[in-house]
């Protein structure tokens, strides 16, 4: 028995070395002639056949948040990684409610009863952006229902709280009751298509601060890239507290110096998982290794920081609160998460190569949070990964640099808009 069972292993062991042996010297050569590998284990894989995760843009009908299926379930390798938006909006809401009661006493700055607030929209038609928005909405009692659902339309300027989109909410604190209003709210796309774009939004507040900036008591935005542009544009010298997503290095550290507070979508969790049930398929595991069961290098998740949905085909990370009460437990924001941190074994998990895009280079939480997490786990998990980055406008920027999809083993995609994920596979299926 026990002979029986060290042959087997030697044998398996003898495999994976040349397995590693041909793997590492066709990337080598490929490197030098510059030409494809062929030569590769997965060489004779067809694209169509490899691993593909969605991440941080769910495939879905940007007009009605209706998951794209089609996308979801491309091969039996196909996944989506990104985190739970609505638990994360209500987060967001209810913390800003939070810190309204809590500062009542010096939040209305002209005094007149009415808390108004100003909220920058990244993308009308990204599922987590609408979530953020109607969280906010809910929490400050301002949302109204449109077609058995919040509105998360912008209203532009509603200073004279007349606008449709929204309406005043009111908090009663302390036996007092206070209107909450929506000065304004636009979606933040500049001149060229990006969306979430932090310079137009800086651009806003100046704006918005130079009619009506007396009214402004709270800052809010759906992600801190937009955040702390208006945060250093107006709010941090007006001290008037900003509120963002994404819980960025910058913007923790900003709470020490009067930004209100963010949310951590446990970005370290998700770029985890982006790689881990790539390298999960290829080698040919069950999905769950390294995730809910450990590994052989003992990296677990537990279930307070994600779950997966079966039916989505997606993993969700949960959301965690960051304020001033526990922001310096958040500074280090490109750090790897500690149950997920175990190098894994070259020779059991032999190096592959996968493609990778982020959608737009200049996007603040991919740029300075998702893609130094991603470089960090792909040595882990013994994965070399092409980055590319696009130009945030149009999809073509990006699959124009996706023209040998046969020199990779697996892909990793963000899209520029959640409707376009044929544009990809389209590609793979060649
Ligand atoms: C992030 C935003 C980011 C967007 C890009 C969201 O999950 O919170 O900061 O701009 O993804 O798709
Ligand atoms: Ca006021």
Same mark, same amino acid.
């Given at each position: 028995?026990?002979?029986?069972?060290?042959?087997?292993?030697?044998?398996?062991?003898?495999?994976?070395?040349?397995?590693?042996?041909?793997?590492?010297?066709?990337?080598?050569?490929?490197?030098?002639?510059?030409?494809?590998?062929?030569?590769?284990?997965?060489?004779?894989?067809?694209?169509?056949?490899?691993?593909?995760?969605?991440?941080?843009?769910?495939?879905?009908?940007?007009?009605?948040?209706?998951?794209?299926?089609?996308?979801?379930?491309?091969?039996?390798?196909?996944?989506?990684?990104?985190?739970?938006?609505?638990?994360?909006?209500?987060?967001?809401?209810?913390?800003?409610?939070?810190?309204?009661?809590?500062?009542?006493?010096?939040?209305?700055?002209?005094?007149?009863?009415?808390?108004?607030?100003?909220?920058?929209?990244?993308?009308?038609?990204?599922?987590?952006?609408?979530?953020?928005?109607?969280?906010?909405?809910?929490?400050?009692?301002?949302?109204?229902?449109?077609?058995?659902?919040?509105?998360?339309?912008?209203?532009?300027?509603?200073?004279?709280?007349?606008?449709?989109?929204?309406?005043?909410?009111?908090?009663?604190?302390?036996?007092?009751?206070?209107?909450?209003?929506?000065?304004?709210?636009?979606?933040?796309?500049?001149?060229?298509?990006?969306?979430?774009?932090?310079?137009?939004?800086?651009?806003?507040?100046?704006?918005?601060?130079?009619?009506?900036?007396?009214?402004?008591?709270?800052?809010?935005?759906?992600?801190?890239?937009?955040?702390?542009?208006?945060?250093? @544009?107006?709010?941090?010298? =007006?001290?008037?507290?900003?509120?963002? &997503?994404?819980? /960025? !290095? *910058?913007?923790?550290?900003?709470? +020490?110096?009067?930004?209100?507070?963010?949310?951590?979508?446990?970005?370290?969790?998700?770029?985890?998982?982006?790689?881990?049930?790539?390298?999960?398929?290829?080698?040919?595991?069950?999905?769950?290794?390294?995730?809910?069961? @450990?590994?052989?290098?003992? =990296?677990?998740?537990?279930?307070?920081? &994600?779950?997966? /949905? !079966? *039916?989505?085909?997606?993993?969700? +990370?949960?959301?965690?609160?960051?304020?001033?009460?526990?922001?310096?437990?958040?500074?280090?924001?490109?750090?790897?998460?500690?149950?997920?941190?175990?190098?894994?074994?070259?020779?059991?998990?032999?190096?592959?190569?996968?493609?990778?895009?982020?959608? =737009?280079?200049?996007?603040?939480?991919?740029?300075?949070?998702?893609?130094?997490?991603?470089?960090?786990?792909?040595?882990?998990?013994?994965?070399?990964?092409?980055?590319?980055?696009?130009?945030?406008?149009?999809?073509?920027?990006?699959?124009?640099?996706?023209?040998?999809?046969?020199?990779?083993?697996?892909?990793?995609?963000?899209?520029?808009?959640?409707?376009?994920?044929?544009?990809?596979?389209?590609?793979?299926?060649?």
């Amino acid at each position: 028995m026990k002979k029986a069972l060290a042959l087997l292993l030697s044998a398996a062991l003898a495999l994976s070395l040349v397995a590693c042996g041909s793997n590492s010297s066709s990337t080598a050569s490929s490197a030098a002639s510059g030409t494809s590998s062929a030569a590769t284990t997965t060489g004779d894989v067809a694209n169509k056949d490899k691993p593909l995760v969605w991440f941080n843009r769910q495939p879905s009908n940007s007009s009605t948040g209706e998951l794209d299926m089609n996308a979801l379930n491309f091969n039996e390798n196909t996944y989506y990684v990104g985190f739970d938006a609505n638990q994360g909006a209500e987060l967001q809401g209810t913390m800003i409610r939070d810190y309204i009661e809590a500062n009542i006493d010096t939040i209305d700055r002209n005094g007149d009863g009415i808390i108004g607030y100003v909220l920058a929209i990244g993308d009308i038609g990204h599922n987590d952006s609408i979530a953020r928005t109607r969280g906010v909405r809910r929490a400050l009692g301002t949302a109204v229902e449109k077609d058995g659902v919040i509105d998360s339309t912008p209203v532009g300027t509603n200073a004279d709280g007349s606008a449709t989109a929204v309406q005043d909410g009111s908090l009663e604190i302390n036996g007092k009751t206070y209107v909450i209003r929506e000065l304004a709210s636009q979606e933040m796309k500049n001149s060229a298509g990006a969306t979430w774009d932090a310079a137009t939004a800086g651009n806003a507040i100046g704006t918005w601060a130079s009619s009506f900036g007396e009214e402004i008591d709270i800052v809010a935005s759906n992600n801190d890239g937009m955040g702390m542009s208006m945060f250093n @544009a107006w709010s941090k010298a =007006n001290e008037v507290p900003t509120f963002g &997503y994404d819980a /960025n !290095a *910058d913007a923790v550290a900003a709470i +020490a110096e009067g930004y209100g507070g963010t949310i951590s979508q446990h970005a370290d969790v998700q770029a985890y998982l982006t790689l881990r049930v790539l390298r999960n398929a290829l080698d040919g595991v069950d999905i769950d290794t390294g995730i809910g069961t @450990a590994d052989d290098a003992g =990296n677990v998740l537990s279930d307070d920081v &994600y779950y997966y /949905n !079966a *039916d989505e085909r997606s993993y969700y +990370a949960l959301n965690v609160a960051v304020t001033s009460e526990n922001y310096e437990d958040f500074m280090d924001s490109t750090k790897v998460y500690e149950p997920v941190s175990a190098q894994l074994d070259e020779t059991a998990h032999p190096t592959k190569t996968v493609w990778l895009d982020i959608y =737009n280079a200049a996007d603040n939480f991919l740029s300075a949070t998702y893609q130094p997490l991603l470089q960090n786990y792909d040595d882990l998990l013994n994965l070399k990964v092409e980055y590319i980055g696009g130009d945030g406008q149009t999809e073509a920027n990006i699959t124009n640099r996706l023209s040998n999809p046969s020199q990779y083993d697996a892909f990793a995609i963000n899209m520029v808009k959640t409707d376009n994920a044929a544009s990809y596979t389209a590609l793979l299926s060649q």
